[in-house]
């Protein structure tokens, strides 16, 4: 238990589908970040909050719909995805960046 | 702006013998600088950071990594590798509040360990 949880852990979809992933902290960090991990490419980061204001989107598709209800919560709304978004999807937070992230297991999504 | 870059995409060792993982970064002032260890299908977990002071610092696993500003890098080590050990690993760099409450991370290098 690593202090970020994510739900659910394996997510399959179709492309019409409505569905969310879920992050919840309670480390007390004020940052919490969406991430997108596909084979053989880097990490992306798609998503910044800091208490609670979203204050980084890396041209993410309007089809990924974060929301943060609270410093505790994190959510990504998920609409009408295409295949290449099946893909590790990351959360973290942090408090300071002296301390570093500390992320969860991921949500394995798969569009199919 | 910040960029990190980890030279290896993949490194084979044998089990037992010593490992150093290279990461250079790019960066105008004194960086915080990191190390993740990712397994199959689990998130990042976090080896070791530096931020100030002793220029060698230990972490988790017994890994090390020593930083070297003339170089601008953060290699990490371990003097003996375990079978366990075989993962990606992620170099991170981040900074000031100028440059946003943010890490940037490289590529990866993927680590398999021979028996």
């Known amino acids: 238990e690593t202090g970020v949880t994510q739900t659910p852990r394996h997510l399959v979809m179709g492309m019409t589908n409505k569905k969310s992933l879920k992050c919840e902290q309670h480390?007390?960090?004020?940052?919490m970040y969406w991430y997108k991990q596909s084979a053989k490419k880097p990490l992306e980061l798609m998503f910044v909050y800091n208490f609670k204001e979203q204050t980084e989107n890396n041209s993410v598709p309007s089809r990924f719909s974060p929301e943060c209800p609270n410093s505790s919560h994190l959510f990504l709304h998920l609409h009408t995805l295409q295949p290449e978004d099946s893909a590790l999807y990351l959360c973290?937070?942090?408090?300071?960046?002296?301390?570093?992230?500390?992320f969860g297991s991921g949500t394995r999504l798969t569009v199919v | 702006a910040q960029s990190v870059t980890q030279p290896d995409i993949h490194i084979t060792v044998s089990e037992g013998a010593s490992l150093e993982l290279r990461c250079n970064y790019s960066?105008?002032?004194?960086?915080?600088l990191f190390w993740y260890v990712q397994s199959p299908g689990q998130g990042l977990q976090l080896l070791l950071k530096y931020f100030s002071g002793d220029t060698l610092v230990q972490g988790i696993k017994g890994f090390e990594a020593e930083f070297k500003r003339s170089q601008s890098s953060f290699n990490l080590r371990k003097p003996s590798v375990h079978w366990s050990d075989a993962a990606e690993y992620f170099c991170a760099v981040g900074g000031h509040m100028e440059y946003g409450n943010k890490l940037v991370f490289g590529a990866g290098t993927i680590l398999r360990v021979k028996s």
């Open positions: 960066y105008g002032a004194t960086p915080y």
């Open positions: 480390l007390g960090h004020n940052a």
């Open positions: 973290a937070s942090s408090q300071d960046q002296v301390y570093g992230y500390t």
